[in-house]
């Protein structure tokens, strides 16, 4: 069974940095080029939106709301993915989730449907 894990959320000042982790178990990683794993927020009374995605081929993509703030990354040795945070705005608040796309799937990352796996979510607030 695929399970993931978030953990890291915390309460932060506004300019301030954070490292949230998403333990990966039991996901075909490298088994296609499309595989992903991403991570997605949802603050209150709004949808979900994506946030950042890491590629199987080590290719990323960020939500233009935290390009050059935001970085995706994955730890080999341990399958966790991070997602490290930094100049925290106060619009940055939400539950953050992580997801890992559907085997092969090559619906654009920002999509929900992409994903068939998905975390408990971990709360980042920043104020």
């Known amino acids: 069974d695929v399970q993931l894990v978030e953990s890291g959320g915390a309460s932060v000042q506004p300019g301030g940095s954070l490292t949230l982790s998403c333990s990966v178990s039991g996901y075909p990683w490298s088994d296609t080029n499309s595989n992903a794993i991403a991570w997605f927020r949802q603050a209150q009374g709004r949808e979900r939106e994506g946030v950042a995605c890491?590629?199987?081929?080590?290719?990323?993509d960020y939500a233009d709301s935290v390009k050059g703030r935001f970085t995706i990354s994955q730890d080999g040795a341990d399958n966790t993915v991070y997602l490290q945070m930094n100049d925290l705005k106060p619009e940055d608040t939400a539950m953050y989730y992580c997801a890992a796309s559907r085997l092969g799937s090559t619906i654009n990352w920002r999509q929900e449907r992409r994903y068939g796996y998905w975390g408990q979510g971990t709360q980042v607030t920043v104020s």
């Open positions: 890491l590629y199987t081929t080590g290719n990323t």
